[in-house]
Each structure stands twice: as C-alpha cells, then as structure tokens.
C-alpha cells in the first residue's frame, strides 16, 4: 500500500512539476529525475523488484509507439544519412568506448561492460523537444533528433539483448551477426503484417474506449509475441506503428482519434513518472549495498561514464559533420548551402539527455547480472547528469547560438490550409441550397485569411470571433441548467456539440481556448 500511496504523490508532484518546468522553460524530465534522487533519501520508502520482461514491455513498447506514430517517413528519407551516423554509429561508438572504460575501470567482464554501454548509448529526444519547439530551430535539426531518438533504441536493444544472454552464457558474442540480421529483417516483417492486422479490427471498433483499449492491447501483444518468436521486439514497434500511422487516421472517427491522442499522451506522461520513481527506488537500494570503500569506488565509475557519455556524443558528431562538410565542399556552392553546420553540430551533440529506455533497460538488467549494481547506478548517473546539465542549460545555449527562427512547417501548414479550403469549396460548388451558401461562406472566409497569414499557428480574427460565441453558448448553456430548463442528459448532449466546435475554432496545434 505504501507504494501505491507514493505513486499517487509523486504523480501529483510530477504535475506540479510540469508546470514549473513551463514557466523556467526547462524540459520537463529534468525536474523528474531531480525528484527520482530525492525519493532516494525519503525515510521509509519501500524496497521494490520489477521483472525484467515486464519492465520492458510496460514501459518501453507503449513509449516506442507513440513516438513511431509521430515519424515522418519524409524526414527520413530526406536526412538518412545524419540518421545511420546518429542511430548506428553514435551508438556503436558510445557503446565501445563506455565498454572500454567498464572493463578497463570497474572490472567488468566484456558481455557486461558492452550492456553498459548499449544502456547508456541512447539519446531520448523527449526532454529536448520541449525548449527547441519555442526556439524554433532548423526544422532539419529537429527532425533528425527526433528520428534518431527514435531508431537508436533498436540499435541498442539489439546489443543489449545480445550482450545479456552473452554475459549469462545463453549466446556467444561471436554468433551476434546472424541473430542481429534474422531479428532485423524478421522484425520488419512482423511489424507490417501485425500494422495491417491491427488496421482490420480498428476500424471496425466505433466505440472510442474500446477503440483506445484494443489499441493498447495491441501494442502490448506485438511486444510479446516478437519477444517470443526471438525477434527485436523494439524495430516491431516501430514498423507496426508507422504501418498504422500511414492509414488509421483516415480510417478512424474525429472522437476516437482525439480520444485516443489524450489517453496516449496521459499514458506516456505516467509511465515517465513511474519510471523516475522505480530509479530513486533502485538508486536507494543500490547505495545501500554498495557500503564502505565500494561506495566510493561505484560513484566515481558512475561520474566517469557520465562524463564519458557527453564527451563521446559531441567527438562523434563534431567528427561526422565535419567529414561531410568537407565533402560537400568539392561538390559545389549549391551542395555546400545543403551541408550541417558546426553550429548544429554542437546543438545535436548537446541535444544528448538519456531518458526512459536508459532507466527501463538499467531496472530491467536481471539480478544475478555480472556488475548489475555498479551498472546500474551509472545508468542512472548519466540519466541524472544528462538531464539536469544538458537539460537546464539548452535554453542558455540555443541563446548563444542564436539561430534564425524556422518556419518551414509554418509555411507548409499556411499553404496546406488553403488547399483544403478549396477542396471544400469546390466539393461545395454545385450545392443551391441556404445552408450550402452559408457553408461556402464560413470556407471563403477561412481561405481569405489563410492566403495571407501572419502567423500560420496564430488564431485568425475569425477563430478569435467564433470563440468568443462558444463563451455565451457555455454561459447560456450553464443558465439553462440551472434554472431547471433542459436536464443534465440534455445539458451534456449540448455540451459535447460546443466542445466540439470550440476545437474546430482553436489556433491550429492547440486545443487550449482563447480569451478575448
């Protein structure tokens, strides 16, 4: 019971913490793991054991969807190769030389020290997003950050679940090569057929709860059965979202789809929480065992390879940019423009946070694992020392960079915008009827203003208007009630139709009302 009231509390605290991270503009995760180390030191809390396979499955699959979901397939194609020497490289080479230290420093044995490094090898692009979205950097920037964070965990996991089985003797590392190449294309496979199965029973579900729970359901299920079947359980994943992504939205209902988006967004905030909380948990535990001298010995591993992880991230990037830019340069000024910059260079390096998959794969290390508590308390030292000194101070960076704003996305929703209001407006065009005039009219406005915004997410003159209605109707809606006009079945029939319209008339990414 003292776990469970706990979580309660460090949900609520996380809430309170979102909200100061906002007002510092700070990433959100950077606050977590500060409030993870302190549980550390809260007097009497609970000692708690998760099970490897199920800390992965709960925390990591749902997570890996949700980002998956969000991926374009356009950005890609267009920045491949930034993203095989993010997602393969920098992860190969992290992993070597924090296996390197592991060995060479703490004694571990070669299979362990390379789970060490294939744990602490994946960037989280979560924490970053949040301070590069106000600042608007390069769209190019943030699109590869947000693709290699996305690809880096099946690199990693595919070391990782290698060099496990290798350091409990299930595997040698010398048959790696195969296994790697027969999950990979398995698990591409397996994820695109699983996508068009899942498609078939989505869009036969009408009812949103149950829509979001057989979504849920089947994330879980996908997980499991490529673990089963020996494959990479995390490339499934991603295949099996960005199946569903290409074709359910056209599938799915406007109430299941904004359903759903709210109860993923819930659900990964959550599962963050909860995943901060079980690192202070394991962090209390972990310190505890490791007493006298030992102690001493284990923080200053864990500093070394924090220290190692930064260090690595901006050598590889600094290096790879440089060779392309130099390649660049003998094909032309046209070619040169198109190259990466030292100073996006030093903003990606940087962008290197570790996060969930770090703290999950860390729990999820077996107990019996060679070197688990140095391992782990390590894992959670990067995790910590990434957030907090590259988190909180990236705003102080991207100020010093000073990089022009990006408003290519801007551009393209503006353009976007009026496509489909001419789409509706000719769809409309052979309609006589009064209330087709009226609609053609809402259209025509709405396509006079997109032609020339100032902003392409600002809310337009017209949305400012229409919201400002949808106040008196909640206030005359209110007055109905209460004075015993319409009951509360007709009230929240009428209620559902204005919230539907007040997201209709919200500035575009928003959903939040504007006053006036």
């Not at 979205?133 to 390069?138: I, L, M």
């Not at 294309?185 to 397996?190: D, L, P, Q, R």
Request: hydrophobic fraction near 55%; charged fraction near 20%; include cysteine.
């Amino acid at each position: 019971m003292a776990l469970f009231e706990l979580t309660l509390i460090l949900l609520l605290i996380a809430v309170a913490l979102t909200a100061l991270s906002r007002r510092l503009e700070i990433p959100y995760p950077s606050l977590l793991a500060l409030a993870g180390v302190a549980l550390a030191f809260v007097p009497g809390a609970p000692t708690i054991e998760i099970d490897p396979e199920l800390a992965l499955a709960l925390f990591i699959a749902p997570v890996l969807l949700d980002a998956a979901y969000d991926t374009s397939l356009r950005d890609l194609k267009r920045y491949r190769l930034s993203l095989v020497l993010l997602a393969l490289g920098a992860v190969v080479f992290t992993t070597v030389v924090v296996a390197f230290v592991g060995w060479k420093m703490a004694g571990l044995p070669i299979a362990a020290a390379i789970a060490l490094g294939a744990i602490v090898a994946p960037p989280d692009a979560v924490a970053a997003s949040a301070v590069l979205g106000q600042f608007k950097v390069p769209h190019r920037i943030t699109a590869i950050l947000q693709g290699e964070s996305l690809l880096n965990d099946a690199t990693a996991l595919l070391i990782y679940r290698i060099s496990v089985s290798a350091a409990i003797g299930s595997v040698m590392l010398k048959d790696a090569v195969p296994v790697i190449l027969l999950a990979t294309v398995g698990s591409v496979v397996a994820g695109y057929v699983f996508g068009r199965v899942s498609l078939l029973a989505l869009t036969r579900i009408e009812d949103a709860a149950s829509s979001t729970v057989v979504q849920f359901a089947g994330t879980f299920a996908v997980w499991i059965i490529a673990d089963k079947l020996g494959l990479s359980a995390i490339i499934t994943i991603v295949v099996y979202a960005i199946t569903i992504a290409r074709t359910a939205p056209r599938r799915m209902s406007a109430r299941r789809r904004v359903s759903t988006y709210s109860v993923w967004e819930s659900a990964v905030f959550v599962l963050n929480v909860l995943a901060f909380v079980l690192m202070g948990l394991q962090a209390r535990s972990i310190v505890g065992r490791l007493s006298g001298d030992g102690q001493g010995e284990a923080f200053l591993f864990a500093a070394t390879v924090l220290a190692v992880v930064i260090a690595a991230r901006l050598v590889w990037v600094m290096s790879y940019v440089a060779v392309i830019r130099q390649f660049k340069r003998f094909d032309g000024e046209g070619q040169k423009r198109d190259a990466p910059t030292f100073r996006g260079a030093v903003l990606v390096g940087w962008c290197g946070m570790r996060g969930l998959v770090t703290l999950v794969v860390a729990i999820a290390l077996p107990a019996d694992f060679p070197g688990r508590d140095p391992i782990v308390l390590a894992a959670f030292a990067v995790v910590l020392g990434t957030l907090v000194l590259q988190g909180m101070s990236l705003k102080p960076l991207l100020r010093r960079l000073n990089f022009e704003r990006d408003t290519s996305i801007d551009r393209e929703v503006a353009e976007a915008r009026v496509a489909i209001m001419q789409a509706a407006l000719d769809v409309l065009s052979g309609k006589t009827s009064s209330a087709a005039a009226v609609v053609r009219e809402q259209y025509e406005a709405q396509r006079r203003i997109a032609e020339n915004p100032d902003d392409a997410q600002a809310a337009t003159e017209y949305d400012r208007l229409r919201l400002y209605a949808i106040k008196r109707q909640r206030d005359r809606l209110e007055e109905l009630r209460s004075n015993g006009t319409i009951g509360d079945e007709a009230y929240h029939r009428l209620e559902e139709e204005i919230d539907w319209s007040e997201l209709a008339a919200a500035p575009a990414g928003s959903f939040q009302p504007l006053t006036t």
